[in-house]
């Protein structure tokens, strides 16, 4: 609902409302890794930890029905999830244990701190991008090749 609200009042709708929230959010979710355990930032980091990957859900699944054509959507929206729960859990939960037991294995004191981090990176690295590609279609002479509907 309130992504609904927000994303009325911006140009670029879903997409920028994901964008905003992984700026905003997305600091703090690396800021925590770091920060000692029981200090406010800590308990902030992990609160937006937490919300983050869930607030997306909405918006990103608001953005994709939006631009499939309406035979397509139970599908489209099945197979969504279905690759969320193979990438995310599945091949993200046995590719951070293999780097945890590398690390360990290579002597390191605290192998998921240094794996999380990283991993939290890459996925804000990708979420700061969820919301060019509006952008990119609201002004097409900019970028040719994605205003071009497929």
Known sequence: MLGDRFARRLDGGHAVFMA?????????VVAYRFAPAGSVLFYIGMCAGFF???ALYGPANAVIQGLVPVRMRSTVAGFN?????LF????????????????????????????????DIMA???????????VACARPAAFPLLAKRW
């Open 81 to 85: 999830m279905f690759l969320i729960n």
């Open 124 to 134: 804000l690295r990708r979420g700061c991008f969820s919301g060019w590609p509006r």
């Open 20 to 28: 905003v929230l992984v700026v905003v959010c997305g600091p703090l």
């Open 88 to 119: 995310a859990s599945a091949i993200g939960n046995f590719a951070l244990g293999f780097a945890s037991d590398r690390l360990a294995q290579g002597g390191s004191a605290m192998p998921p701190t240094t794996v999380l981090p990283v991993l």
């Open 52 to 54: 983050l990957p869930l």
